[in-house]
Protein backbone atom coordinates (compact mmCIF):
# COMPACT_ATOMS: atom_id res chain seq x y z
CA UNK A 1 0.00 0.00 0.00
CA UNK A 2 2.79 2.09 0.75
CA UNK A 3 4.90 1.51 -2.24
CA UNK A 4 1.53 2.06 -4.22
CA UNK A 5 1.42 5.69 -2.74
CA UNK A 6 4.56 6.33 -3.53
CA UNK A 7 4.11 5.33 -7.32
CA UNK A 8 1.17 7.57 -7.34
CA UNK A 9 2.17 10.86 -6.19
CA UNK A 10 5.29 10.46 -8.46
CA UNK A 11 2.53 10.00 -11.50
CA UNK A 12 0.58 12.78 -10.18
CA UNK A 13 3.58 15.57 -10.36
CA UNK A 14 4.56 14.03 -13.26
CA UNK A 15 0.82 14.51 -15.11
CA UNK A 16 0.77 17.56 -13.55
CA UNK A 17 3.53 19.09 -15.02
CA UNK A 18 1.72 17.52 -18.35
CA UNK A 19 -1.16 19.26 -18.05
CA UNK A 20 -3.71 21.30 -16.10
CA UNK A 21 -6.13 19.10 -13.79
CA UNK A 22 -9.59 19.81 -12.89
CA UNK A 23 -8.75 18.37 -9.19
CA UNK A 24 -7.02 19.25 -6.47
CA UNK A 25 -6.12 17.14 -3.10
CA UNK A 26 -4.85 19.11 -0.44
CA UNK A 27 -2.65 16.65 1.14
CA UNK A 28 -1.52 16.17 4.92
CA UNK A 29 -2.59 19.45 6.46
CA UNK A 30 -4.65 20.62 9.27
CA UNK A 31 -7.75 21.61 7.81
CA UNK A 32 -10.42 23.80 9.84
CA UNK A 33 -13.47 22.42 8.75
CA UNK A 34 -17.20 23.64 9.31
CA UNK A 35 -19.81 21.26 11.21
CA UNK A 36 -23.33 22.31 9.74
CA UNK A 37 -25.07 20.04 12.43
CA UNK A 38 -23.01 21.44 15.77
CA UNK A 39 -22.56 25.02 14.41
CA UNK A 40 -18.27 24.43 15.47
CA UNK A 41 -15.52 23.54 13.93
CA UNK A 42 -14.26 20.20 13.05
CA UNK A 43 -10.22 20.03 13.17
CA UNK A 44 -8.50 17.28 11.12
CA UNK A 45 -5.14 16.79 11.58
CA UNK A 46 -2.81 15.22 8.99
CA UNK A 47 -5.87 15.38 6.58
CA UNK A 48 -6.32 16.43 3.03
CA UNK A 49 -9.28 17.92 1.15
CA UNK A 50 -10.51 16.81 -2.50
CA UNK A 51 -11.14 19.51 -5.01
CA UNK A 52 -13.16 18.99 -8.45
CA UNK A 53 -13.21 22.17 -10.40
CA UNK A 54 -15.09 24.84 -8.49
CA UNK A 55 -16.13 22.54 -5.16
CA UNK A 56 -14.96 20.60 -1.95
CA UNK A 57 -16.27 17.25 -3.02
CA UNK A 58 -14.20 14.98 0.15
CA UNK A 59 -12.69 15.64 3.12
CA UNK A 60 -10.68 12.81 4.49
CA UNK A 61 -8.95 12.12 7.70
CA UNK A 62 -5.87 10.54 5.75
CA UNK A 63 -2.75 12.30 4.38
CA UNK A 64 -2.87 10.35 1.37
CA UNK A 65 -6.56 8.57 0.72
CA UNK A 66 -7.42 6.10 -1.40
CA UNK A 67 -10.47 6.69 -3.66
CA UNK A 68 -8.88 10.22 -5.64
CA UNK A 69 -9.33 10.78 -9.20
CA UNK A 70 -6.31 9.53 -10.83
CA UNK A 71 -5.37 12.52 -12.09
CA UNK A 72 -6.21 14.83 -9.32
CA UNK A 73 -2.91 17.23 -8.67
CA UNK A 74 -0.89 16.69 -5.17
CA UNK A 75 -0.50 19.88 -3.33
CA UNK A 76 1.42 18.67 -0.51
CA UNK A 77 0.56 20.47 2.77
CA UNK A 78 2.71 18.85 5.55
CA UNK A 79 2.36 21.30 8.74
CA UNK A 80 0.28 23.97 6.89
CA UNK A 81 -2.76 24.78 8.00
CA UNK A 82 -5.93 24.65 5.88
CA UNK A 83 -8.35 27.19 6.45
CA UNK A 84 -11.99 28.93 4.20
CA UNK A 85 -11.38 32.23 1.98
CA UNK A 86 -12.24 35.46 3.83
CA UNK A 87 -15.20 37.22 3.77
CA UNK A 88 -14.92 41.00 3.25
CA UNK A 89 -18.82 42.17 3.45
CA UNK A 90 -17.57 46.07 2.90
CA UNK A 91 -15.49 47.51 0.53
CA UNK A 92 -15.00 50.72 -1.63
CA UNK A 93 -12.36 48.83 -4.08
CA UNK A 94 -12.12 52.16 -6.38
CA UNK A 95 -9.59 54.05 -3.85
CA UNK A 96 -7.04 52.11 -3.95
CA UNK A 97 -4.92 55.01 -5.25
CA UNK A 98 -5.11 56.94 -2.45
CA UNK A 99 -2.62 55.00 -0.51
CA UNK A 100 -1.35 56.38 3.08
CA UNK A 101 -3.08 59.57 2.33
CA UNK A 102 -5.72 59.46 4.95
CA UNK A 103 -3.43 58.39 7.82
CA UNK A 104 -4.86 60.74 10.15
CA UNK A 105 -7.86 61.38 8.86
CA UNK A 106 -11.48 61.79 10.03
CA UNK A 107 -14.86 61.07 8.48
CA UNK A 108 -15.90 64.63 8.12
CA UNK A 109 -12.26 64.95 6.06
CA UNK A 110 -12.68 62.10 4.39
CA UNK A 111 -16.47 63.26 3.12
CA UNK A 112 -14.74 66.01 1.35
CA UNK A 113 -11.84 64.68 0.08
CA UNK A 114 -11.80 61.18 -0.74
CA UNK A 115 -15.02 60.10 -0.68
CA UNK A 116 -17.68 59.60 -3.91
CA UNK A 117 -18.17 63.25 -3.57
CA UNK A 118 -14.78 64.05 -4.39
CA UNK A 119 -14.14 61.41 -6.80
CA UNK A 120 -15.06 62.53 -10.24
CA UNK A 121 -12.52 65.20 -10.73
CA UNK A 122 -9.98 62.81 -9.88
CA UNK A 123 -10.20 60.01 -12.18
CA UNK A 124 -10.85 59.35 -15.38
CA UNK A 125 -12.82 55.79 -16.33
CA UNK A 126 -9.28 53.78 -17.23
CA UNK A 127 -7.86 55.33 -13.81
CA UNK A 128 -10.99 53.36 -11.72
CA UNK A 129 -10.44 50.63 -13.49
CA UNK A 130 -6.62 49.85 -12.66
CA UNK A 131 -7.51 51.12 -9.24
CA UNK A 132 -10.40 48.57 -8.58
CA UNK A 133 -8.48 46.00 -9.74
CA UNK A 134 -4.89 46.43 -7.89
CA UNK A 135 -7.23 46.71 -4.96
CA UNK A 136 -8.60 43.67 -5.51
CA UNK A 137 -5.36 41.99 -6.14
CA UNK A 138 -4.21 43.00 -2.89
CA UNK A 139 -6.90 41.70 -1.34
CA UNK A 140 -6.38 38.13 -3.18
CA UNK A 141 -2.98 37.81 -1.92
CA UNK A 142 -3.96 38.70 1.75
CA UNK A 143 -6.13 35.67 1.78
CA UNK A 144 -9.79 37.37 0.86
CA UNK A 145 -11.51 35.49 -1.54
CA UNK A 146 -14.97 37.31 -1.64
CA UNK A 147 -15.96 40.85 -1.28
CA UNK A 148 -19.12 42.63 -1.24
CA UNK A 149 -17.67 45.83 -2.86
CA UNK A 150 -20.45 49.27 -2.57
CA UNK A 151 -19.68 50.87 -5.71
CA UNK A 152 -20.50 54.16 -5.06
CA UNK A 153 -18.03 55.41 -8.23
CA UNK A 154 -20.86 55.40 -10.66
CA UNK A 155 -20.64 59.22 -11.80
CA UNK A 156 -20.92 57.84 -15.31
CA UNK A 157 -21.77 55.39 -17.51
CA UNK A 158 -17.92 54.77 -18.40
CA UNK A 159 -16.69 54.94 -14.70
CA UNK A 160 -19.62 52.78 -13.38
CA UNK A 161 -18.67 50.24 -16.17
CA UNK A 162 -14.76 50.71 -15.51
CA UNK A 163 -15.13 49.80 -11.54
CA UNK A 164 -17.54 46.54 -13.22
CA UNK A 165 -14.99 45.41 -15.53
CA UNK A 166 -12.60 45.49 -13.24
CA UNK A 167 -13.92 43.15 -10.95
CA UNK A 168 -15.13 40.92 -13.74
CA UNK A 169 -11.26 40.63 -14.70
CA UNK A 170 -10.05 40.22 -11.20
CA UNK A 171 -10.71 36.55 -10.84
CA UNK A 172 -11.80 36.94 -6.91
CA UNK A 173 -15.34 36.61 -6.03
CA UNK A 174 -16.97 39.71 -6.25
CA UNK A 175 -20.59 40.84 -5.00
CA UNK A 176 -20.41 44.42 -6.94
CA UNK A 177 -22.97 46.48 -5.55
CA UNK A 178 -23.90 49.63 -8.36
CA UNK A 179 -24.44 52.64 -6.14
CA UNK A 180 -27.45 54.26 -7.17
CA UNK A 181 -27.09 57.96 -6.02
CA UNK A 182 -27.56 61.73 -6.28
CA UNK A 183 -23.97 63.10 -8.37
CA UNK A 184 -22.83 66.19 -9.44
CA UNK A 185 -23.60 65.48 -13.33
CA UNK A 186 -26.42 64.35 -15.46
CA UNK A 187 -26.11 60.25 -14.75
CA UNK A 188 -28.68 60.53 -12.16
CA UNK A 189 -30.58 57.37 -10.10
CA UNK A 190 -33.01 56.88 -12.96
CA UNK A 191 -30.26 56.96 -15.39
CA UNK A 192 -28.00 54.92 -13.61
CA UNK A 193 -30.74 52.14 -13.34
CA UNK A 194 -31.24 52.06 -17.02
CA UNK A 195 -27.12 51.35 -17.43
CA UNK A 196 -27.76 48.39 -14.67
CA UNK A 197 -29.96 46.72 -16.48
CA UNK A 198 -27.64 46.84 -19.77
CA UNK A 199 -25.09 45.52 -17.65
CA UNK A 200 -27.37 42.59 -16.58
CA UNK A 201 -28.35 41.90 -19.31
CA UNK A 202 -24.59 41.53 -21.11
CA UNK A 203 -23.19 39.86 -17.95
CA UNK A 204 -22.41 35.94 -18.43
CA UNK A 205 -22.45 33.42 -15.27
CA UNK A 206 -19.21 33.87 -13.37
CA UNK A 207 -17.56 35.00 -9.98
CA UNK A 208 -18.67 38.63 -9.93
CA UNK A 209 -22.24 39.37 -9.19
CA UNK A 210 -23.97 42.48 -9.99
CA UNK A 211 -25.74 43.71 -6.99
CA UNK A 212 -26.69 47.29 -5.33
CA UNK A 213 -25.78 49.84 -3.14
CA UNK A 214 -28.10 51.97 -2.07
CA UNK A 215 -27.91 55.28 0.61
CA UNK A 216 -30.77 57.26 0.64
CA UNK A 217 -33.34 54.99 1.85
CA UNK A 218 -34.05 57.64 4.78
CA UNK A 219 -33.50 61.00 2.48
CA UNK A 220 -34.51 60.76 -1.23
CA UNK A 221 -38.37 61.08 -2.70
CA UNK A 222 -40.23 57.86 -1.84
CA UNK A 223 -40.72 57.52 -5.62
CA UNK A 224 -37.39 56.50 -6.01
CA UNK A 225 -36.45 54.72 -2.93
CA UNK A 226 -39.27 52.64 -4.28
CA UNK A 227 -37.79 52.20 -7.82
CA UNK A 228 -34.95 50.34 -6.37
CA UNK A 229 -36.33 48.89 -4.43
CA UNK A 230 -38.55 47.24 -7.10
CA UNK A 231 -35.46 46.78 -9.47
CA UNK A 232 -33.61 44.77 -6.95
CA UNK A 233 -36.66 42.83 -6.34
CA UNK A 234 -37.08 42.32 -10.02
CA UNK A 235 -33.92 40.57 -10.33
CA UNK A 236 -33.85 39.14 -7.04
CA UNK A 237 -29.94 40.67 -6.55
CA UNK A 238 -27.59 38.78 -5.05
CA UNK A 239 -26.82 41.29 -2.33
CA UNK A 240 -28.21 44.81 -1.85
CA UNK A 241 -25.85 47.19 0.81
CA UNK A 242 -26.32 50.50 2.22
CA UNK A 243 -24.60 52.53 4.60
CA UNK A 244 -25.76 53.61 8.17
CA UNK A 245 -23.75 55.97 10.39
CA UNK A 246 -26.32 57.83 12.78
CA UNK A 247 -25.93 59.93 15.96
CA UNK A 248 -25.08 63.41 15.14
CA UNK A 249 -23.61 62.14 11.92
CA UNK A 250 -27.00 61.22 10.58
CA UNK A 251 -26.45 59.72 7.28
CA UNK A 252 -29.81 56.89 8.27
CA UNK A 253 -30.34 54.07 6.28
CA UNK A 254 -31.58 52.07 9.61
CA UNK A 255 -33.07 49.07 9.70
CA UNK A 256 -36.18 51.04 10.32
CA UNK A 257 -35.71 52.69 7.48
CA UNK A 258 -35.60 49.60 5.23
CA UNK A 259 -38.26 47.86 6.63
CA UNK A 260 -40.61 50.57 5.85
CA UNK A 261 -40.21 50.21 2.39
CA UNK A 262 -40.45 46.45 2.02
CA UNK A 263 -36.51 45.60 1.06
CA UNK A 264 -35.74 44.44 4.38
CA UNK A 265 -38.06 41.65 4.99
CA UNK A 266 -37.54 40.38 1.06
CA UNK A 267 -35.51 36.96 -0.35
CA UNK A 268 -32.70 39.51 -1.03
CA UNK A 269 -29.64 39.46 1.07
CA UNK A 270 -29.08 43.19 3.05
CA UNK A 271 -25.84 43.95 4.36
CA UNK A 272 -25.92 47.39 6.30
CA UNK A 273 -22.54 48.67 7.29
CA UNK A 274 -21.36 50.25 9.87
CA UNK A 275 -24.84 50.41 11.37
CA UNK A 276 -23.09 53.03 13.85
CA UNK A 277 -25.28 54.01 16.62
CA UNK A 278 -27.79 50.79 16.17
CA UNK A 279 -31.08 50.91 18.34
CA UNK A 280 -32.92 48.06 20.04
CA UNK A 281 -35.53 48.23 17.51
CA UNK A 282 -33.34 48.04 14.78
CA UNK A 283 -31.26 45.05 16.18
CA UNK A 284 -34.96 42.82 16.60
CA UNK A 285 -35.80 44.00 12.71
CA UNK A 286 -32.73 42.19 12.04
CA UNK A 287 -33.02 39.31 13.95
CA UNK A 288 -36.85 38.75 12.86
CA UNK A 289 -35.76 39.33 9.17
CA UNK A 290 -32.35 37.71 8.96
CA UNK A 291 -30.28 40.79 7.64
CA UNK A 292 -26.97 41.37 8.58
CA UNK A 293 -24.41 44.40 9.54
CA UNK A 294 -20.60 44.68 8.32
CA UNK A 295 -18.71 46.02 11.37
CA UNK A 296 -15.74 47.61 9.70
CA UNK A 297 -13.48 47.91 12.86
CA UNK A 298 -10.78 49.40 12.23
CA UNK A 299 -12.65 51.71 10.01
CA UNK A 300 -14.72 52.99 12.55
CA UNK A 301 -12.22 53.56 15.22
CA UNK A 302 -10.10 55.16 12.53
CA UNK A 303 -12.68 57.47 11.65
CA UNK A 304 -14.77 58.18 14.49
CA UNK A 305 -17.85 56.45 13.24
CA UNK A 306 -17.61 54.64 16.56
CA UNK A 307 -19.86 51.42 17.10
CA UNK A 308 -21.66 51.73 20.33
CA UNK A 309 -24.09 48.93 19.95
CA UNK A 310 -22.49 46.46 17.10
CA UNK A 311 -21.44 43.65 20.42
CA UNK A 312 -25.05 43.15 21.12
CA UNK A 313 -26.00 42.15 17.62
CA UNK A 314 -23.02 39.82 16.54
CA UNK A 315 -25.39 37.02 15.98
CA UNK A 316 -26.51 38.99 12.69
CA UNK A 317 -22.91 40.87 12.02
CA UNK A 318 -20.22 39.66 9.64
CA UNK A 319 -16.69 42.15 9.17
CA UNK A 320 -15.88 43.82 6.42
CA UNK A 321 -12.90 46.32 5.95
CA UNK A 322 -14.27 50.12 4.33
CA UNK A 323 -11.67 52.37 2.77
CA UNK A 324 -8.40 50.10 2.82
CA UNK A 325 -6.56 53.05 1.16
CA UNK A 326 -6.10 54.21 4.96
CA UNK A 327 -5.36 50.80 7.13
CA UNK A 328 -4.99 47.46 6.40
CA UNK A 329 -6.90 45.66 3.49
CA UNK A 330 -7.01 41.89 5.16
CA UNK A 331 -9.69 40.75 7.05
CA UNK A 332 -7.31 38.67 9.61
CA UNK A 333 -6.73 42.22 10.87
CA UNK A 334 -10.02 43.17 11.27
CA UNK A 335 -11.34 39.79 13.35
CA UNK A 336 -8.08 40.14 15.68
CA UNK A 337 -8.98 44.27 16.53
CA UNK A 338 -12.81 43.49 16.84
CA UNK A 339 -11.92 40.80 19.12
CA UNK A 340 -10.22 42.12 21.05
CA UNK A 341 -12.25 45.62 21.24
CA UNK A 342 -15.56 43.66 22.49
CA UNK A 343 -13.11 41.89 24.88
CA UNK A 344 -12.11 45.16 26.28
CA UNK A 345 -15.74 46.49 26.24
CA UNK A 346 -16.96 43.54 27.73
CA UNK A 347 -14.54 42.94 30.77
CA UNK A 348 -15.29 46.90 31.59
CA UNK A 349 -18.66 45.84 32.43
CA UNK A 350 -17.14 43.33 34.94
CA UNK A 351 -13.88 45.62 36.03
CA UNK A 352 -14.32 48.93 35.67
CA UNK A 353 -18.62 49.03 36.39
CA UNK A 354 -18.79 46.65 39.04
CA UNK A 355 -15.01 46.26 40.79
CA UNK A 356 -15.11 42.56 40.21
CA UNK A 357 -12.88 39.86 38.99
CA UNK A 358 -14.01 38.02 35.37
CA UNK A 359 -14.50 34.67 35.68
CA UNK A 360 -14.34 33.86 32.24
CA UNK A 361 -13.11 35.21 28.85
CA UNK A 362 -15.84 37.28 26.98
CA UNK A 363 -15.06 36.24 23.32
CA UNK A 364 -13.34 33.55 21.55
CA UNK A 365 -10.93 32.90 18.79
CA UNK A 366 -13.65 31.02 17.44
CA UNK A 367 -16.36 33.58 17.10
CA UNK A 368 -13.80 35.92 15.72
CA UNK A 369 -13.27 32.97 13.12
CA UNK A 370 -16.63 32.79 12.07
CA UNK A 371 -17.24 36.36 11.82
CA UNK A 372 -14.51 35.91 9.61
CA UNK A 373 -15.51 33.41 7.61
CA UNK A 374 -19.04 31.97 7.84
CA UNK A 375 -20.61 34.51 8.93
CA UNK A 376 -19.86 36.92 5.84
CA UNK A 377 -20.86 34.09 3.95
CA UNK A 378 -24.54 33.86 5.35
CA UNK A 379 -24.52 37.70 5.17
CA UNK A 380 -24.66 37.36 1.50
CA UNK A 381 -26.87 34.41 1.54
CA UNK A 382 -24.39 31.90 0.95
CA UNK A 383 -23.81 28.99 2.83
CA UNK A 384 -21.30 27.84 0.74
CA UNK A 385 -18.57 30.21 1.10
CA UNK A 386 -16.32 30.63 3.96
CA UNK A 387 -16.74 27.11 4.96
CA UNK A 388 -14.58 24.64 4.16
CA UNK A 389 -17.70 21.69 3.92
CA UNK A 390 -18.34 19.12 1.74
CA UNK A 391 -19.97 20.90 -1.57
CA UNK A 392 -18.75 24.57 -0.27
CA UNK A 393 -17.03 26.69 -3.10
CA UNK A 394 -12.99 25.83 -3.09
CA UNK A 395 -11.99 29.37 -1.68
CA UNK A 396 -9.10 28.32 0.41
CA UNK A 397 -6.22 29.66 2.28
CA UNK A 398 -3.11 27.41 3.20
CA UNK A 399 -1.18 28.93 5.85
CA UNK A 400 2.52 28.19 6.32
CA UNK A 401 2.78 26.33 9.71
CA UNK A 402 6.52 26.44 9.78
CA UNK A 403 6.83 30.31 9.75
CA UNK A 404 8.17 32.04 12.53
CA UNK A 405 5.06 33.95 13.53
CA UNK A 406 3.37 30.08 13.61
CA UNK A 407 6.30 27.57 14.38
CA UNK A 408 5.13 25.91 17.56
CA UNK A 409 1.03 26.19 17.32
CA UNK A 410 -1.56 23.48 18.04
CA UNK A 411 -4.82 25.52 18.51
CA UNK A 412 -5.20 26.13 14.26
CA UNK A 413 -7.73 28.51 14.71
CA UNK A 414 -5.95 30.39 17.84
CA UNK A 415 -2.99 30.31 15.66
CA UNK A 416 -4.65 32.35 12.86
CA UNK A 417 -6.47 34.91 14.52
CA UNK A 418 -3.83 35.84 16.99
CA UNK A 419 -0.53 34.86 15.62
CA UNK A 420 -0.76 35.35 12.17
CA UNK A 421 0.39 37.52 9.67
CA UNK A 422 -0.49 38.21 5.89
CA UNK A 423 2.88 37.13 5.53
CA UNK A 424 2.05 33.56 6.76
CA UNK A 425 -0.19 32.67 3.39
CA UNK A 426 1.28 30.32 1.39
CA UNK A 427 -1.39 29.30 -1.19
CA UNK A 428 -5.00 31.09 -1.98
CA UNK A 429 -7.55 29.43 -4.37
CA UNK A 430 -10.89 31.04 -5.42
CA UNK A 431 -13.05 28.45 -6.81
CA UNK A 432 -11.06 25.72 -7.31
CA UNK A 433 -7.86 27.61 -9.05
CA UNK A 434 -4.77 29.23 -7.35
CA UNK A 435 -4.92 32.90 -7.47
CA UNK A 436 -1.53 33.16 -5.30
CA UNK A 437 0.84 30.37 -4.63
CA UNK A 438 4.17 29.62 -2.59
CA UNK A 439 3.35 33.44 -1.79
CA UNK A 440 3.41 34.86 -4.90
CA UNK A 441 0.62 35.91 -6.70
CA UNK A 442 -0.16 34.25 -10.25
CA UNK A 443 -1.55 36.91 -12.75
CA UNK A 444 -0.46 37.41 -16.11
CA UNK A 445 0.88 40.71 -16.34
CA UNK A 446 1.25 41.69 -12.80
CA UNK A 447 3.86 43.83 -13.01
CA UNK A 448 2.34 45.59 -16.22
CA UNK A 449 -0.65 46.14 -13.86
CA UNK A 450 1.73 47.44 -11.06
CA UNK A 451 3.21 50.28 -13.66
CA UNK A 452 -0.06 51.23 -14.59
CA UNK A 453 -1.32 51.69 -11.53
CA UNK A 454 1.70 53.80 -9.73
CA UNK A 455 1.77 56.01 -12.43
CA UNK A 456 -1.81 56.82 -12.02
CA UNK A 457 -1.25 56.98 -7.89
CA UNK A 458 1.52 59.50 -8.50
CA UNK A 459 -0.86 61.75 -10.99
CA UNK A 460 -3.74 61.41 -8.88
CA UNK A 461 -1.70 61.70 -5.21
CA UNK A 462 0.14 64.63 -6.46
CA UNK A 463 -3.02 66.45 -6.99
CA UNK A 464 -4.45 66.00 -3.82
CA UNK A 465 -1.12 66.90 -1.90
CA UNK A 466 -1.56 70.67 -3.67
CA UNK A 467 -5.22 70.50 -2.50
CA UNK A 468 -5.77 71.97 1.32
CA UNK A 469 -7.44 69.77 3.75
CA UNK A 470 -10.31 71.03 4.60
CA UNK A 471 -11.29 73.10 7.14
CA UNK A 472 -13.25 71.17 10.06
CA UNK A 473 -14.91 73.89 11.83
CA UNK A 474 -18.09 75.35 12.76
CA UNK A 475 -20.99 73.08 11.81
CA UNK A 476 -20.49 69.30 9.65
CA UNK A 477 -23.00 69.19 6.78
CA UNK A 478 -25.76 67.32 8.95
CA UNK A 479 -26.01 70.72 11.35
CA UNK A 480 -23.87 69.34 14.43
CA UNK A 481 -20.97 71.16 15.58
CA UNK A 482 -17.22 70.12 15.05
CA UNK A 483 -15.99 69.52 19.12
CA UNK A 484 -12.58 69.35 20.21
CA UNK A 485 -10.89 66.13 20.35
CA UNK A 486 -8.09 65.41 22.96
CA UNK A 487 -4.96 64.43 21.42
CA UNK A 488 -2.63 62.19 22.61
CA UNK A 489 0.76 63.04 23.90
CA UNK A 490 3.42 60.60 23.71
CA UNK A 491 6.45 62.55 24.55
CA UNK A 492 8.22 64.13 27.36
CA UNK A 493 8.89 67.53 27.79
CA UNK A 494 7.16 69.78 25.10
CA UNK A 495 5.73 68.93 22.01
CA UNK A 496 3.29 65.74 21.84
CA UNK A 497 5.51 63.92 18.66
CA UNK A 498 2.25 64.34 16.34
CA UNK A 499 3.87 65.65 13.94
CA UNK A 500 2.48 66.02 9.80
CA UNK A 501 2.12 63.51 7.74
CA UNK A 502 5.24 62.46 5.28
CA UNK A 503 2.97 62.43 1.75
Known sequence: MQLSKIVWRVLTVFYYAKVATSSKLLSGGTIVAFNNDTGLFNIIRNGSLLINEDRITTIFDAALPDDIPPDAELVDCTNKIITPGFVDTHRHGWQTVFKTLGSNTTLSEYAARYSALAGLALFTPDDLYISQLTGIYEALAAGVTTILDHAHHTWTRDHAAAGWQASVDSGARIFFA??????????????????????????????SKLCIAYDDFTDNPESITQSVVDLAKEYNVAALTTHQ???????????????????????????????????ARGAQLLRSTNQHISITAESEMHYGHVHPTSHLILDQASLGIDTHFTFSTDILTQARIWLQR??????????????EIPDSNPMSVNQAFLLATRQGGLALGRDDIGVITPDAKADIVVWDGRSPAL???????????????????????????FVKRDKKLIIEGYEGVQDRFLETAGRIQATLKATPLPVQAGTFLTGYPYGAVMQADVQRGEGTGYGPSYV
Open 178 to 207: YAFQNTSTDFQVPQQMAHWRELAASTSTGL
Open 245 to 279: VEGPWMFGNTPEDLNRVGILNSSIPVVISHSAFLT
Open 342 to 355: VRERLYSYTVVDRW
Open 407 to 433: LGWTDPIAAVILHASVGDIEHVLVNGE
